[in-house]
């Protein structure tokens, strides 16, 4: 009995700095998503949580949450896959618009495998094997198109792809029924280590949008100016 209360005495010594490193992990990955959204000129900042269900309130404006028994514990988790849908630009001629968003990936190792539990994650590859990244999704389309990404549940099918979540995704473009682009490009959040290697990285997308035909950020100043800013540092 004594082994065993030691070992979950550990196991709970785990959770506490778990959700410690959690905390600063979340702040810095929105702190950056922020940077991202100031550095692109894009006009919006919100979120949609991906991969399981967010938890709503039992009625309109009621702070008592729903939630019941054998609900999926990633539900709780809401930073596992997250969206920073950061909104809709003009060209400068207002001939074509586009949309962007950040999707976080904390884990790939559901995306890594075959299986299609997200419950099991004995089934995930391993943690050490598991890549942590950010895609970059992009819409480009002339403005009396109609947009192919029109709501969350088109998103939901891109992120939720095991291709397009996988740690071995990269750079990648798409041709809309009408007649519009879409780029995805997965970049290992290693690469986000500073502002300037972030500043590298936006660059580098920039250049693949310029490959593919799409010049939405080229009067853009992507070098080290000031410090990244956060929105909210919650203190």
Known sequence: METTTENLSNALLDVRRAHRILYAYQRR?????????????????????????????????H????????????????????????????TSDEVYEYKFSLIQYSDTGYFDQDGQRRCRISEFGSEKESSS????????????????????????????NKEVG??????????????????LCSFPLERFINMEATLEVL???????KEQGIHVFD????????APTSSSSGE
Request: with cysteine.
């Open 203 to 209: 660059r580098e997308f920039r250049s693949y949008c």
């Open 219 to 226: 009067d853009l100043i992507l070098e080290p100016t000031c």
């Open 166 to 183: 996988s740690k071995e995704h990269t750079k990648e473009v798409r041709r809309t029924t009408s007649g519009g682009t879409q780029i």
């Open 63 to 90: 702070s008592r949450l729903n939630i019941w028994h054998d609900m999926w514990a990633w539900d709780y988790l809401y930073s596992y896959l997250f969206e920073y849908y950061l909104g809709v630009q003009k």
């Open 29 to 61: 990955m929105s702190d950056l998503a922020y940077f991202i959204k100031c550095k692109l000129g894009m006009p919006d900042f919100y979120g949609f949580k991906h991969f399981s269900n967010p938890i709503y309130g039992r009625s309109k404006g």
């Open 133 to 160: 990244k950010l895609l970059f999704f992009l819409e480009y389309k002339s403005k009396d198109s109609e947009w192919e990404w029109k709501d969350g549940s088109y998103m939901e099918r891109i992120v939720l």
